[in-house]
């Protein structure tokens, strides 16, 4: 696994790396070089972790998020969003509150537990505010990754690709910015790129859901460039 953009999940079981303030515990057969890490096993099974925010975008209301017990998961325990409202154009987000950052890459491991009209899961770069910010979404039902910006609350697709996300298992996603310039890579393989300048200040990084797509989140890393 690399922290360069094409990240390569693992089996579920095959390691645990322990990252505080970039300290890497040493990860066989790969070599990381992150900044943060974050996963939610010391956060109790029916609570919200401490370093997050929990916005919507769209029709307030927000999102059910919190941590559950998943066999799965790398530690046994994931963030889940579980609200189960079909508001088309309503987006739980998890904001991760911790970091800062205009040159950023995130990557995320998730599984679509379930959902009746929808199934999208991304990742946010560059957050302002809940109606202002870029996001790279997956799609498990309509087979797709899309990059999106949102401006004022309104999502405006620049770019998308077919894919076909694997089912029932968990899938590693990595949005990564570099000045105007945004690569989407899935399961360490680049699924786009492309080009914007709306927003070029630092902002927070965090997880976008939509509708009733019920997501588990299992670890999230965080890699500030220079």
């Not at 922290?3 to 505080?20: L, Y």
């Not at 890490?37 to 929990?54: L, M, N």
């Not at 491991?109 to 379930?114: N, T």
Request: aromatic content about 10%.
């Amino acid at each position: 696994m690399r922290s360069t953009g094409n990240f390569t999940p693992r089996p579920r079981r095959s390691f645990v790396a322990c990252i505080i303030l970039g300290a890497v515990t040493p990860v066989p057969h790969a070599v990381l070089a992150l900044d943060t890490s974050v996963t939610f096993a010391a956060v109790a099974v029916g609570e919200r972790p401490a370093d997050f925010e929990f916005p919507t975008t769209g029709p307030r209301g927000g999102g059910k998020w919190q941590v559950v017990a998943d066999e799965n998961a790398r530690e046994g325990k994931a963030l889940a969003q579980l609200a189960l409202d079909k508001i088309e154009h309503r987006f739980p987000l998890a904001i991760y509150s911790q970091i800062q950052a205009a040159d950023v890459e995130i990557t995320v491991w998730f599984a679509a537990a379930g959902a009746a009209s929808s199934r999208s899961t991304g990742v946010i770069v560059r957050f302002a505010d809940a109606d202002n910010y870029y996001v790279a979404a997956v799609d498990g039902l309509e087979n797709n990754v899309r990059f999106y910006r949102v401006v004022e609350g309104v999502h405006e697709q620049l770019k998308g690709a077919d894919i076909k996300l694997p089912s029932g298992e968990y899938n590693g996603l990595t949005l990564r910015a570099t000045q105007h310039d945004f690569k989407i890579s899935l399961n360490g393989k680049l699924a786009l790129t492309t080009t914007d300048t709306t927003f070029s200040g630092p902002g927070k990084v965090g997880l976008w859901t939509r509708a009733d797509s019920v997501t588990h989140f299992d670890w999230i890393v965080v890699r500030t460039l220079p």
